[in-house]
């Protein structure tokens, strides 16, 4: 009688392992990170008379692919604190990088989430806190964005490490990139298991030669 072939029992534990901490996702670093929402503000910054359409196809896309993406994914969860705000106001009309920004940095003070705050060891030294992408970058949908198949991503606080890119974008991504992995990718040093902070962005999201 032949004996049974040996067992590769080294295999069985690494699967297990495998199974017991599955490779992270964008999802489950959002979901992780534990913020009580998450997501980008995009600002339309065009109204012309046939944009108000085409920003609502923009709207449409960017919604119904984060809750396809989302749904199938291991944290589905997130969808329930996910808030992108589409800011849809005349005044921006033609609006310049530099004052979008002044406006954005605006907004994020309102939140309570700027980026420096006094350390606790010395009240007069400022730290960074890091606050996920929400509060450091947004999406600027222009004329050209609703035209084309790219939007404006843009750093809210670009001083003092990124003077350059005072009033001008930070790079162009695709429509289609607005979502889990773009937030995911601009870094976050609190999320547990990735936690870094932002280099630069993976080539398949950027619109190259727009």
Same mark, same amino acid.
């Given at each position: 009688?032949? $004996?049974?072939?040996? $067992? ?7 699967? *297990?392992? +495998? ?7 964008? %999802?489950?670093?959002?979901? +992780? ?19 108000? @359409?085409?920003? +609502?196809?923009?709207? !449409?896309?960017?919604? @119904? ?17 996910? +808030? ?6 005349? $005044?921006?009309?033609?609006? @310049?990088?530099?004052?979008? /920004? ?7 003070? @309102? ?7 006094? $350390? /606790?060891?010395?009240? /007069? ?7 996920? *992408? ?10 050209? !964005? ?24 930070? &790079?162009?991504?695709?429509?289609? &990139?607005?979502?889990? %992995? ?8 609190? !999320? ?14 950027? !619109? /190259?030669?727009?």
């Amino acid at each position: 009688m032949s $004996s049974p072939p040996p $067992s590769d029992s080294g295999s069985d534990i690494f699967k *297990a392992d +495998d199974d017991e901490f599955p490779e992270p996702t964008p %999802e489950t670093n959002i979901r +992780d990170c534990g913020y009580p929402k998450w997501g980008f503000v995009i600002y339309r910054t065009t109204y012309s008379p046939d944009s108000t @359409s085409k920003w +609502d196809q923009f709207k !449409a896309l960017v919604l @119904s692919n984060l809750r396809k993406r989302i749904t199938d994914s291991p944290a589905p969860e997130i969808l329930q604190n996910m +808030d992108f705000i589409f800011v849809d106001d005349h $005044s921006l009309d033609n609006i @310049s990088i530099a004052d979008l /920004q002044r406006r954005f940095r605006t907004w994020v003070e @309102s939140e309570g989430m700027l980026p420096f705050k006094p $350390s /606790q060891s010395d009240s /007069q030294e400022m730290v960074y806190v890091p606050r996920g *992408a929400r509060y450091e970058f947004f999406v600027m949908v222009d004329e050209l !964005a609703l035209a084309s198949p790219c939007v404006k991503l843009v750093r809210g606080f670009p001083e003092p490490e990124n003077p350059d890119e005072v009033g001008r974008e930070h &790079a162009k991504v695709w429509h289609i &990139a607005v979502g889990t %992995e773009l937030y995911d990718e601009l870094g976050d040093p609190n !999320a547990p298991y990735t936690g870094r902070y932002y280099k630069s962005l993976p080539s398949h999201l950027v !619109a /190259q030669g727009y």
